[in-house]
C-alpha cells in the first residue's frame, strides 16, 4: 500500500526534475533567443577605362571579431558586376540577439573559391590579371553600430568603394594594388538596408565633351572643391566622397544605399587626353536642376529622382 502510494508522487517528481534540468540545459547554452543577420556587398565604380573586372575572394565574415556562422566556404566576386543597387549575397544565418559594432572582410589574395591563382586580382582589358596585394590575406574592418532583434531580420550591406581602394601603379607585370592599409579601410562602409534610401535621375550633357561623368555623393558641408579635386599620394581624389556611380550612355545615374540624411551632389567630367588609356580629371560640371544639388534631403527608403543640365565645366 505505502509503495502504490509513492508511485504517483515519484513520477510528478522526475517529470519536474525533467523539466528542470531542460531548462538549465538551454540556460548552459546560453539561453539568450537569436536574430538573423543578411548581409550583402555592392561596389563603387572604379574610374579607369583599361579594367573589365575587379575580383575578390573572401575567405571570412567577421562580426565583433566573431565568425560568422551564415557565410560558409570562400567567396570570388566580381564587384564591378554589383554597381547602382545591385548586390552580391555574403551570407544569411542566425546570431545571437544584442548590439553590435563592426563587419570584417577577411580576403584571400592567394586562391580563388576553385583553388585558381590569384584570389583577388584586376582583370585588364585584354583578359591580363593583376595581383592586388602580394599578402596571404588582408582584413577589412568597418565600423557600425546595428542590433539584431530577437525574432527579427537584420539586413546589411557593405559597400567596397573600389575607386577608393584599388590604385595604379603604372606599366609593369602588376599595374594595380591595393591602396595602403589605413586607406583601404576606409573604402568599405556598413549600412542597414532598409534604412537607407536612393538618388537617380538624369543628366544632359550635350555642351562639354567628354568620355565619362562621374556622381559623387557627399554628406552636406562636407565638400571643399580645392581639396577634393586633388589627388592623394593613392591616387585617389573626391576620398571624402560617401560614395560615387558612374553616368551612363544614356545619361542616367543612380545612387543607392545612402543613409538617411542631407546630401550634396558633385558631378566630375574626365578624358582621356593623353590616349594612354587612363582617365584624365578636366573638372567639375556646372548644372541646372529644378531641385538644389547642394541640399538633397533623403530619408530612409525614400527614392530622389533628379533631372539635371549641364551649362557648363570649372577646371
Known sequence: MTNLKLKPILSALLAGATVLFTACKKDDAGGATTGQLNVEITDGPIDDPGVKGV???????MVDGQPFAGFTGKKTINLLAYQQGSVAALGLGDIEA?????ITLVLDN????NGASPGCYVLAANNAKHTLS?????????????????????????????RKAVQHQGSGADQYDFV???????????????????VSGEC???????????????KKG?????????????????????????????GEFKI??????????????YNDVNSDGQLDFQGTLLLSSLLDLNAIDLTAAASVQLNVTVSGILP
Do not use: C, P, W
Open 110 to 113: 592567394q586562391t580563388d573559391m
Open 98 to 102: 544584442g548590439s553590435y559594432q563592426n
Open 222 to 250: 562636407s565638400f571643399v572643391r580645392d581639396v577634393e579635386i586633388q589627388a592623394d599620394n593613392g591616387g585617389v581624389a573626391f576620398k571624402n566622397a560617401v560614395t560615387s556611380t558612374v553616368v551612363n550612355s544614356n
Open 180 to 198: 595602403a592599409t589605413a586607406d583601404l579601410q576606409s573604402s568599405l562602409r556598413v549600412v542597414i538596408k532598409n534604412e537607407t534610401g536612393t
Open 55 to 61: 575580383f575578390i575572394t573572401v575567405s571570412e565574415v
Open 134 to 162: 602580394a599578402s596571404a590575406s588582408q582584413t577589412i574592418t568597418a565600423a557600425k553600430d546595428f542590433t539584431i532583434k530577437a525574432g527579427e531580420k537584420t539586413e546589411l550591406v557593405l559597400d567596397f568603394d573600389l
Open 256 to 269: 543607392a544605399f545612402l543613409e538617411e540624411g542631407e546630401y550634396e551632389l558633385h558631378f566630375a567630367a
Open 204 to 218: 544632359q550633357n550635350a555642351l562639354v565633351n567628354t568620355d565619362k561623368i562621374i556622381v559623387y555623393a557627399y
